[in-house]
């Protein structure tokens, strides 16, 4: 289900210090922020000086900075920055044993028939669990494979939780390292149906949108597209 943005989020302002320091605010608050309007086409000085304002850039996976979000041809298969479709709730490099701190979503093109941005903050995403659900999601007995196209010298993943008593979350429900054995296939299915039926916000794209998310604090995901010539900039960033 979805439920509209708050006002409040939205920054129509351009690139400037102070639309900037209101979306920190909001980023800080919400756990995600959106600026519209923003002029940075596809390529990628610009996406990175925006980018900058928020955090530094990553380029441990896959070697740059900006990664294309687009459909590519014969990765019918690949992860969810590869293909069509929709993509169900997770936070970004989940595999890793500390994943970034933000991941930013530039907006180029959007898809002409879906391929929006949904958010969900990890305490709505926890609150309908049960406790012994809960419990098991902070064990840390968690892994998930590395995607194929970052796999090269990645290294292997490592136990950990999927939730903490602080609030973090991390999660990629078809991303799990091998069938979960049988104490966590059962939290894992639950966890999975709780996302479905969550009441989660969704942002329309529009070109020059720049969504900013708290890779720690929230869970994304993306309604269903087929449109080939989708375009979405991605950089994940670490807080300074």
């Known amino acids: 289900m979805a439920v509209p943005w708050k006002a409040s989020v939205f920054r129509e302002t351009g690139f400037t210090m102070n639309g900037i320091e209101r979306a920190r605010a909001d980023l800080a608050k919400h756990g995600w922020t959106v600026l519209r309007g923003q002029r940075f086409g596809a390529g990628h000085d610009e996406v990175l000086r925006i980018a900058a304002a928020f955090g530094?850039?990553?380029?441990?996976?896959?070697?740059?900075?900006?990664?294309?979000?687009?459909?590519?041809?014969?990765?019918?298969?690949?992860?969810?920055?590869?293909?069509?479709?929709?993509?169900?709730?997770?936070?970004?490099?989940?595999?890793?044993?500390?994943?970034?701190?933000?991941?930013?979503?530039?907006?180029?093109?959007?898809?002409?028939?879906?391929?929006?941005?949904?958010?969900?903050?990890?305490?709505?995403?926890?609150?309908?669990?049960?406790?012994?659900?809960?419990?098991?999601?902070?064990?840390?007995?968690?892994?998930?494979?590395?995607?194929e196209v970052f796999r090269s010298g990645a290294p292997a993943p490592t136990p950990t939780t999927v939730t903490t008593t602080a609030g973090t979350i991390r999660w990629r429900s078809d991303n799990l390292a091998g069938p979960p054995g049988r104490a966590r296939r059962r939290p894992a299915a639950a966890f999975t149906a709780a996302l479905?039926?969550?009441?989660?916000?969704?942002?329309?794209?529009?070109?020059?949108?720049?969504?900013?998310?708290?890779?720690?604090?929230?869970?994304?995901?993306?309604?269903?597209?087929?449109?080939?010539?989708?375009?979405?900039?991605?950089?994940?960033?670490?807080?300074?």
């Open 56 to 147: 530094r850039p990553s380029t441990r996976d896959g070697g740059q900075a900006v990664w294309e979000v687009r459909p590519r041809p014969g990765r019918d298969h690949g992860t969810f920055s590869e293909r069509t479709g929709p993509a169900a709730f997770h936070t970004d490099a989940q595999y890793h044993a500390q994943p970034e701190d933000y991941v930013c979503l530039f907006v180029v093109r959007p898809a002409d028939d879906g391929g929006d941005t949904r958010v969900l903050g990890a305490a709505a995403a926890l609150s309908s669990l049960p406790a012994g659900t809960l419990t098991a999601l902070r064990e840390p007995a968690w892994t998930w494979k590395v995607p």
């Open 196 to 240: 479905d039926r969550a009441e989660a916000h969704q942002v329309r794209h529009r070109p020059g949108d720049v969504i900013i998310l708290d890779n720690l604090r929230t869970l994304h995901a993306r309604t269903a597209f087929q449109d080939p010539a989708r375009l979405v900039l991605r950089v994940r960033l670490w807080a300074r």
